[in-house]
């Protein structure tokens, strides 16, 4: 199933996390694709706050790998723009995949792919302008939650 949504500021992708972040159970797995500066991390901000989450998102660029703390879960924040190839971080990916402690948020996951589960959800995000962003959710009917 797939949603597509306009975003014409940070505030409106964030907005965007938000919602998701408010309907994540546990155990669901995020990977969010776009060109460099898209607003991967902007939405993930959002959809830490959603979660009920203070803690602050930066990106995880340098250390690869953050958690924040939500009531309910966890919320594990991969970025694999630095790594040549996935290795152990993948190897600690895995381990939190189906784990309903744990939400994984993931950024750059192409080299990834094989310890991501085929029932992601996956949001495009397309720079169209200066604050312009087209966003394609892309999720299994079974997390049409996420949306509602
Ligand atoms: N509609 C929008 N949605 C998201 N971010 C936007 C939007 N308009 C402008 N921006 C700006 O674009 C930048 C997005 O940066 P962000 O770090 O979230 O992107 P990213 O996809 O995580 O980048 P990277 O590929 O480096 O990890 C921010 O400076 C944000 O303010
Ligand atoms: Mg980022």
Redesign the pocket.
């Known amino acids: 199933m797939t949603l597509q949504i306009r975003?014409?500021?940070?505030a409106?992708?964030e907005s965007l996390g938000a919602k998701i972040g408010a309907n994540l159970r546990g155990g669901e797995v995020i990977e969010l694709v776009?060109d460099?500066?898209?607003?991967?991390?902007?939405f993930t901000r959002g959809l830490v706050r959603g979660a009920g989450s203070t803690d602050k998102v930066a990106?995880p660029?340098f250390t690869i790998s953050k958690e924040y703390q939500a009531p309910r879960f966890t919320i594990a924040h991969f970025?694999f723009?630095r790594l040549g190839e996935a290795g152990i971080v993948a190897d600690e990916l895995a381990e939190l995949v189906a784990d309903p402690a744990y939400v994984i948020v993931v950024?750059w996951g192409d080299i990834a792919q094989d310890v991501l589960p085929p029932d992601k959800t996956t949001i495009y995000i397309q720079l169209q302008a200066e604050?312009?962003?087209l966003i394609t959710v892309s999720y299994p009917a079974k997390f049409a939650y996420l949306l509602q």
């Open positions: 975003s014409t500021s940070s409106d992708t776009s460099l500066g898209g607003g991967k991390t902007t990106s660029t970025d723009y950024e604050d312009q962003r």
